[in-house]
């Protein structure tokens, strides 16, 4: 997941919807961030749709964060067990 700069007015919305704690606010500049080695890239932020700006969004993944997204994310179905 990434934040926007140019879009984000750092309104700290997003940061409670993290089961990581992955989004986090610089304290020297109070940019909102989010450290992408915490983040397991599960779309909590994203799908919560709190960011009045649309700042927050998903880049094209490689395949590791590809498969750390299907096993993070409780909504989708494993595709060969079926379950959630």
Known sequence: ???DQDKCIACLECIDYCPMEA???NEENGEVFIDEDECVECGCCLKAEVCPC???WQ???DWRRRLRAEFSDA???HPLTGIR
């Open 1 to 3: 997941m990434k934040i």
């Open 23 to 25: 989004i986090k606010e």
């Open 54 to 56: 649309d700042a927050i």
């Open 59 to 61: 880049p094209q993944l």
């Open 75 to 77: 909504s989708v179905p």
